[in-house]
């Protein structure tokens, strides 16, 4: 069977397979880009407050993460943390890795979704008397969520095709699921360009949808 | 005519109450860094009191306005509200800023929210009154500004100078004791700054202690008190409006009111 090339009887009978694969990749996805985005308005935050304790933390966090491979954190988060005393199954490591990962990401895009937002409307509201906590949270993260949201979204597309790589620590999806299939019938064409579909079938909608959203905001401004 | 007697009220009242100032600046100086914006600036403010600055670009009024509410931070003298130093330890910033509203040049209202809900965001947030209660007040005085047809309109879907009003009843919402404007008709169309002065006049005739920075010259005339002519951060001149305007004394001033009139 090995070297034919796309096999379409093969790719229907692994599809159900491929598809509990990507749900879990979509699953693992959501729960980080959650946490992520968590992660990221406090760290965004932080990265434009005035003051050293705040920032120098948030910046170093920043710059390691988006300094070093994806690939080396999730090792790190699964190989070192037992190291330290904290045992993680496979699952909790890979969804704990991609959240601190795009946690870092999301921050610079709340830092620039923050600073987007003019002066005078920090300015009316502290005016009125609201303090610092309740100007971004009635009046500047509003503002600033709806601006950010298409890259939001780009972010979310992003670790969606990067999850692949928790393949690494056994987290049965997408990817790893077609590299089962490949290990049993030693078929590479098929699973993996099946598994390549689906991870189209997934991103070109979405990112579709983003832009269709930049679109009407476009308008609307 | 009718101005004529309600300003006279207004001073009788002013004796009767016979307190202190309202606000009162003494030797105050403010930087920015090596740029010296406000030199020893001694003014007092009283209560009931329209007092109008006047300047060229630059010369330091928005600043002088900011000050008073802790926007700008000064480095010299100091400024009582009621008599006590805004930057006393027991002074609450946020606290004082209710006591202090301020309009902008921009207008700044919060496009996210319809207008009722730029209105009772601080009296809901900041003063904690219930949410019913606010509306009823938000609605009381978008009537006050001729707009109480336009609560549920976002500030977009406004005019400039509606925009402008419902930023006036925003910050009329806290009760403040004094109201700045910082040349708040200077970005309107000329034929929407008509309403936006009428609003502030009423404001006036009803007693308000108010700081305007303007180039409303037939709004200075009219409403003002007094008048500060402020050049390169000091004050130059300070009259009464008539007197200002006909016969001003330092050659600056008098440049400055030939080029305007
Ligand atoms: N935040 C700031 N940082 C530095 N310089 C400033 C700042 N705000 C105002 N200035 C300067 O202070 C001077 C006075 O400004 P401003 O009070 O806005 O004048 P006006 O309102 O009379 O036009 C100007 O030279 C201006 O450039
Ligand atoms: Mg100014």
């Known amino acids: 069977m090995a070297g034919q090339g796309f096999q379409i009887d093969l790719f229907i009978k692994i599809l159900p397979e491929l598809l509990r694969g990507a749900a879990i990749t979509v699953q693992l996805t959501a729960f980080s880009v959650a946490i992520g985005t968590l992660i990221g308005l406090f760290a965004g935050m932080a990265r434009i407050s005035h003051y050293k304790i705040f920032n120098l933390p948030?910046?170093?966090?920043?710059?390691?993460?988006?300094?070093?491979?994806?690939?080396?954190?999730?090792?790190?988060?699964?190989?070192?943390?037992?190291?330290?005393?904290?045992?993680?199954?496979?699952?909790?490591?890979?969804?704990?890795?991609?959240?601190?990962?795009?946690?870092?990401?999301?921050?610079?895009?709340?830092?620039?979704?923050?600073?987007?937002?003019?002066?005078?409307?920090?300015?009316?509201?502290?005016?009125?008397?609201?303090?610092?906590?309740?100007?971004?949270?009635?009046?500047?993260?509003?503002q600033a969520t709806r601006n950010i949201l298409p890259a939001l979204g780009n972010e979310f597309i992003a670790l969606l095709k990067d999850s692949s790589l928790v393949s690494v620590i056994a987290i049965s999806e997408l990817l790893r699921r077609g590299m089962i299939v490949y290990s049993r019938t030693y078929d590479a064409w098929t699973p993996l360009l099946g598994v390549a579909l689906i991870y189209l079938c997934i991103t070109i909608p979405l990112s579709r949808a983003v832009q269709f959203i930049e679109k009407r905001w476009e308008i609307h401004d | 005519m009718i101005k004529k007697i309600s300003m006279k009220k207004k001073s009788e009242k002013n004796i009767?109450?016979?307190?202190?100032?309202?606000?009162?600046?003494?030797?105050?100086?403010?930087?920015?860094?090596?740029?010296?914006?406000?030199?020893?600036?001694?003014?007092?403010?009283?209560?009931?009191?329209?007092?109008?600055?006047?300047?060229?670009?630059?010369?330091?009024?928005?600043t002088l306005i900011r000050c008073i509410n802790r926007l700008e931070k000064i480095n010299e003298g100091k400024i009582l509200l009621d008599g006590k130093d805004i930057y006393s330890p027991d002074m609450d910033v946020h606290k004082l800023r209710t006591r202090v509203g301020m309009v902008f040049q921009q207008f700044n209202l919060f496009p996210h929210m319809k207008v009722i809900d730029n209105i009772m965001l601080s009296p809901i947030k900041v003063k904690n009154i219930p949410k019913d209660k606010a509306k009823e007040e938000a609605m009381e005085l978008l009537k006050k500004v001729g707009l109480e047809d336009k609560f549920n309109s976002f500030p977009h879907e406004l005019s400039g100078g509606q925009q402008q009003r419902v930023a006036i009843a925003r910050a009329l919402?806290?009760?403040?004791?004094?109201?700045?404007?910082?040349?708040?008709?200077?970005?309107?169309?000329?034929?929407?700054?008509?309403?936006?002065?009428?609003?502030?006049?009423?404001?006036?005739?009803?007693?308000?202690?108010?700081?305007?920075?303007?180039?409303?010259?037939?709004?200075?005339?009219?409403?003002?008190?007094?008048?500060?002519?402020?050049?390169?951060?000091?004050?130059?001149?300070?009259n009464e409006p008539k007197e200002l305007f006909e016969n001003p004394q330092n050659p600056r001033t008098q440049a400055f009111i030939s080029k305007i009139l």
Request: cysteine-free; proline content about 4%; aromatic content about 8%.
């Open chain 1, 58 to 142: 948030s910046a170093f966090y920043v710059e390691v993460i988006r300094g070093t491979p994806l690939l080396v954190q999730i090792m790190i988060v699964y190989y070192g943390l037992p190291a330290l005393g904290f045992n993680l199954d496979q699952y909790t490591s890979g969804i704990l890795a991609l959240s601190i990962n795009s946690g870092a990401y999301i921050a610079e895009i709340f830092k620039a979704g923050i600073k987007s937002i003019k002066k005078g409307q920090t300015e009316a509201s502290i005016s009125l008397g609201l303090n610092y906590m309740q100007t971004m949270r009635y009046v500047i993260l509003p």
């Open chain 2, 16 to 62: 009767i109450s016979n307190g202190g100032p309202v606000i009162k600046m003494v030797n105050v100086t403010k930087s920015f860094g090596e740029l010296v914006v406000l030199r020893n600036i001694n003014v007092e403010i009283k209560k009931g009191e329209v007092l109008v600055v006047l300047g060229p670009s630059g010369s330091g009024k928005s």
């Open chain 2, 173 to 238: 919402a806290m009760n403040p004791e004094v109201m700045l404007f910082d040349e708040v008709t200077s970005a309107l169309d000329p034929e929407l700054v008509k309403g936006v002065l009428e609003t502030m006049k009423e404001l006036a005739t009803m007693g308000m202690t108010m700081v305007v920075v303007t180039h409303e010259m037939g709004f200075a005339k009219e409403v003002a008190d007094r008048v500060i002519f402020m050049d390169e951060g000091i004050i130059i001149e300070e």
